[in-house]
């Protein structure tokens, strides 16, 4: 949000603030004459006025994005555009529908993470890459903006996980590589490994069975 909505909205606040307080005093002193009362509240009245047309003309022109749980701009907004700012700091970069990102676009987060891939009304969904500024990326299969389906996630540590993910936790079939060379391949459950695989050692010895969480 930039700085002069920012301001506007404080003038907003204040000139109701103000216009109350004043109704307030003239109502509780009937008796007394206060002269300075009247142009207090035609400025505040004034005040509100302004604010509230430059911040619809804000929100209008897409200037100022409205507070949405996903990225919403101008709801005419359609089609391919480049390096919009949402009201979280991020970057994005590819195709809207009324408003949402939708198709195929990248966001850059403030803190430096991407996505670049598939989206759906604002959401992350089809094929996509994240990487995070920890270090760590995905890549693969989403839905309802988590990760699921098959996909290869690679750890800081470069340790790599290639398989079926059900929310954002490895779920089914996939193949764990340890950063030290050992690896699982086999069902994991609710992000852990858990019934029936594959464990090779590092000194080249092997476990072929049934696991248990």
Not at 35 to 46: E, G, L, M
Not at 93 to 111: E, I, N, P
Not at 150 to 179: C, E, H, L, M, Q
Request: charged letters at 20%; aromatic letters at 16%; one cysteine or more.
């Amino acid at each position: 949000m930039k700085l002069q909505y920012i301001l506007s909205i404080v003038i907003l606040t204040l000139s109701i603030i103000g216009a109350i307080s004043a109704y307030i005093i003239i109502r509780k002193f009937k008796e007394k004459s206060f002269t300075w009362i009247k142009p207090v509240i035609i400025v505040c009245i004034a005040l509100f006025f302004v604010s509230t047309v430059f911040l619809s003309i804000g929100v209008a022109t897409g200037q100022l994005a409205p507070l949405k749980v996903i990225p919403v701009f101008n709801p005419n907004m359609n089609g391919y555009m480049e390096s919009i700012e949402n009201s979280d700091g991020g970057m994005y970069t590819g195709d809207f529908s009324d408003g949402y990102y939708h198709g195929k676009g990248k966001l850059t987060y403030k803190d430096g993470s991407t996505y670049d891939g598939e989206w759906n009304t604002g959401k992350r969904e089809g094929i996509g890459t994240y990487c995070s500024a920890e270090e760590w990326s995905y890549s693969g299969e989403w839905k309802a903006d988590k990760m699921n389906g098959s996909g290869t996630y690679i750890y800081a540590d470069k340790s790599i996980y290639v398989g079926n993910f059900i929310d954002d936790k490895r779920s089914g079939d996939g193949k764990y590589t340890f950063a030290n060379g050992e690896v699982y391949d086999g069902n994991w459950e609710n992000d852990e490994i858990n019934g029936i695989g594959k464990y090779t050692y590092k000194d080249g010895s092997v476990y072929d069975g049934l696991w248990k969480c």
